[in-house]
């Protein structure tokens, strides 16, 4: 029997890319995001390039509990079982902290956290029943800073890192793997506007280093390593320096919204 993993947020970007690798390894597979006709092109495409396997595709809105719970009980019954699942859904854009940025907040948290998170919980239930399943959440190497005009991402992933941190300690023994997933930046529709992106990588790219460290079960997996090794100067460098250096990369514009 073929393992079996959903995907969010599979209708565009590294969601879209990872589905295609996952189909080459051998995965049946369960596509889920909001626009419909991109997740049937998809189904298509995949159906036409790995005609062994299977693709089922359930629209949803990861923010409406209703649908979301829909969608992944329609994609767990057709897959028969859960192995992978990745909660990939994501939306980012600036919050500058100079005016009242409520509203994109908000809607940030929804669906970065909260989405996220439901999604985890409900693959979760299934594979406690079956004893076995690997959760994966795509957060980001922004989670473990604050950096400039963007307090809502940062938030966001920060708060879906420590949660899978926290899940993947009590998962452990009950035969459960939680790996949380870190990129820099990856040239995605969601990145389209964004000025100044250092170490640019493809999603094609961005899902052969993902299946990967899926594939070694990886806790924590941050790439590409220049963003990585970046990431790990900033944790361990003193607010004020690294207040410093930010400063310089918001006079250079880079943060304007
Ligand atoms: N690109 C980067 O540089 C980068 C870096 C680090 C982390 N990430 C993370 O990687 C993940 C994928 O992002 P991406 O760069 O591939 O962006 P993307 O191409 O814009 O893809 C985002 C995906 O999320 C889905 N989505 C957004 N809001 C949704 C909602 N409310 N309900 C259901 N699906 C929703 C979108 O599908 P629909 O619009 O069809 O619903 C789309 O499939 C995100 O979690 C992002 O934070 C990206």
């Known amino acids: 029997m073929s393992p079996a993993a959903i995907i969010t947020g599979a209708s565009t970007g590294i969601g879209r890319d990872l589905s295609l690798v996952l189909a080459r390894e051998g995965y049946d597979l369960g596509l889920t995001a909001r626009r419909e006709d991109l997740l049937l092109a998809l189904k298509d495409e995949i159906s036409g390039r790995y005609p062994d396997g299977k693709v089922f595709v359930a629209p949803a809105d990861t923010t409406n509990e209703s649908d979301l719970e829909a969608a992944m009980k329609d994609l767990i019954g057709k897959l028969g079982r859960l192995d992978l699942m990745i909660a990939n859904a ?50 980001s190497v922004a989670g473990f800073r604050g950096l400039p005009a963007s307090s809502g991402y940062c938030t966001s992933k920060s708060a879906l890192t420590t949660y899978l941190e926290s899940i993947r300690i009590d998962l452990k023994p009950l035969g459960i793997a939680v790996t949380s997933i870190h990129p820099g930046y990856i040239a995605t529709p969601m990145t389209k506007k964004n000025p100044y992106m250092p170490f640019l990588l493809s999603p094609e790219t961005a899902a052969r280093k993902i299946s990967r460290a899926i594939r070694r079960k990886k806790a924590r997996y941050l790439f590409p390593w220049q963003i990585a090794l970046l990431v790990r100067i900033m944790r361990v460098i003193p607010d004020s320096v690294f207040d410093w250096v930010m400063s310089l990369k918001k006079q250079k514009g880079v943060f304007k919204d």
Do not use: F
């Open 90 to 139: 994501g939306i980012g854009y600036p919050t500058p902290a100079w005016k009242n940025n409520w509203p994109d907040i908000k809607k940030i948290l929804e669906v970065n956290v909260m989405g996220a998170i439901h999604s985890l919980e409900l693959a979760k239930e299934a594979m406690l029943k079956q004893g076995a399943g690997h959760l994966v959440g795509i957060s």
